[in-house]
């Protein structure tokens, strides 16, 4: 789950109005929200912790008398740019020279890691930077919300997905006592999400590897083992790596607008497509896919999308962020092989 810095643009702007209109104010102050160590609801979640998992009450308690809720992590959950920016400037924010020429440098720091789990995981060295590129810039931006408030924040004060959040809530403590860590300490995303992949809580649990088997597993400080925990990822969501990702389309006539959509599962195949009037050659006509119609700056752009495109929305929900990683991969590994080529012909 991608939970950039950048979505929250409007709630800077908010944030500095309100400050200033504090701040103008004689006399005025701003009174701090209800620690969730005082509330009666989260007191009976920590109850159910108690007796599910065994945590000490005591610990808890005082873990939660020090987090107060953060509507600043509420207005940015509220305003995700995959539901309101056109692919072309969501392309133009994530595809960038910047990513490109960082993943060539993390891949030549990295190459043995890379090349080892391509040939463990059967995931290519350009899609695990492109993840690592889009989420974190390769490890220097790993977000700066304790994941403990923004965690706790979105399970009780944001209703649309308070469930979801507060079981990645406990996922979390589970996370911090079974790696030794302080819960109280740890930062992340907006969303609670962590490390150099940014991976939720249940999925650094479920999917993280000790991929240089020192005995932890460690994706916050350990770039070997966020490569092999990127690569598991894929791998247990079944990834192929056969065939493309995605292909831009050209089509005949106004049948095919009927099919497009933001969904992500594979609804067609590519003889139906194919049928419908998308132009596509060399493709098996059974093989499952999709089809996005996209707005970008010089107009209408069509992309057929197959079985890692959609293996790779499991990593962030969004057909958008698929897209920006599929082309971030290829300009990493073009520019991967050229700079290669360059060094072998100046020898």
Known sequence: M????????????????VTAAVVGSP????????????????????????????F??????????????????????????EKVWTWGRYKNHLVDEKRITGGVEFWQQHASTLDR??????????????????????????GRFPVIEALTTLG?????????FRKELTEFLLLTREEGKDPSTLKGSYAGAMGYGQFISSSYRHYAVDFDHDGVRDIWLNPVDAIGSIANYFYQHKWRGEGPVALRVEVRGSEIDTLVGTGLKLKYTVGELQQKGVIVDGLDQSLAANIYKLETDDGIEYWLTLHDFYVITRYNRSHLYALAVELIARGIKERYLATNLQTADSQ
Do not use: C
């Open 2 to 17: 991608s939970r950039m810095a950048w979505m929250g643009l409007g709630t800077v702007i908010f944030a500095a109005v």
């Open 27 to 54: 006399g005025a102050e701003k009174e701090l929200p209800k620690p969730y160590g005082q509330r009666e609801d989260v007191a009976a979640y920590l109850d159910t912790l108690v007796s599910q998992h065994e």
């Open 56 to 81: 000490d009450r005591a610990t808890l308690q005082s873990l939660f008398e020090n987090v107060r809720q953060r509507q600043d992590i509420v207005d940015r959950m509220s305003r995700p740019a």
């Open 117 to 142: 789990a391509a040939k463990e995981f059967g995931v290519a060295p350009e899609v695990i930077l492109a993840i690592l590129g889009i989420e974190t810039r390769y490890g220097k931006i790993m």
């Open 156 to 164: 009780f004060d944001y209703p649309p997905r308070a469930k979801f």
